[in-house]
């Protein structure tokens, strides 16, 4: 009777060990820091972050540290992006990859986070969306349906605010029915051709870049002056022609 005691002992213990090692990956099982708890909050943004997490065998990452890495890695991003003044919220993540090394004393963890960026200054991006609705409009009155669109450049004095613009711009042209090109091939095409497009460009350089991307119209946009004098300003041009066939100016 001992002896049937001590193995069933031994093989309870033995479960219990492997399953230390190969626990099933943490989940994030609810968002972190739900927008809920967010004060007037402004969404102007998501952003994703990938991060590592080192560990020893048989040790599992508290799901609150992992929440908090998460945090601190999509705002660097979100900062790098857009300034100081925001911060993340409806933050989740998933495990990507496990890696242990040769040795098996430690085991590296890789993670994705995701995290909608909320600005912490309303004011900044008061008037943005109802100015780019009307200018767009506007500007795309000559614009047919079967027209791939690409939007070239937005410039600003401030720079945190042009990539809000540019994802607003694209999601109204998009909900319209319009066809818009990919605008994440411009860093490679500025690589290539050498254009510089994180400021304005000529008409005959942005035409070059429409023909690149595969496109008929091109949308240029600018934001200019400060504080309760801001006017955002849209051109479109033919790309065969590379002449200007919209425009639109709004008050903000």
Known sequence: ?????????????IGFVSSCDSFPPPTANKPYRPLRNAQNHTVIDTVEATFQARQTPGYREDNTNLSNMS?????????????????IFDITWQQTGRVTDSTGKWTTNEFSAFGKVV???PKRFAGIEDALLKASRD?????????????????AQDGGIINYIADELEFILVKEGNIIAD??????????????????????SAVSIGKILGANVIITGKLEGNDNLRRLRLRVLNVQTGQVIGAASEQL
């Open 139 to 155: 500007a795309m009155k000559n614009v047919s349906k079967n027209s791939v669109i690409a939007i070239i450049y937005i410039t």
């Open 71 to 87: 945090y601190h890695e999509l705002l660097k991003v979100a900062q790098k992006k857009h300034g100081d003044n925001v911060d």
């Open 183 to 204: 605008r994440s091939q411009l860093d490679l095409i500025r690589k290539e051709q050498n254009f510089q497009l994180n400021g304005e460009v000529d008409d005959k």
């Open 119 to 121: 600005t912490l200054d």
């Open 1 to 13: 009777m001992k002896n049937i005691v001590f193995l069933i002992t031994v093989f309870v213990l």
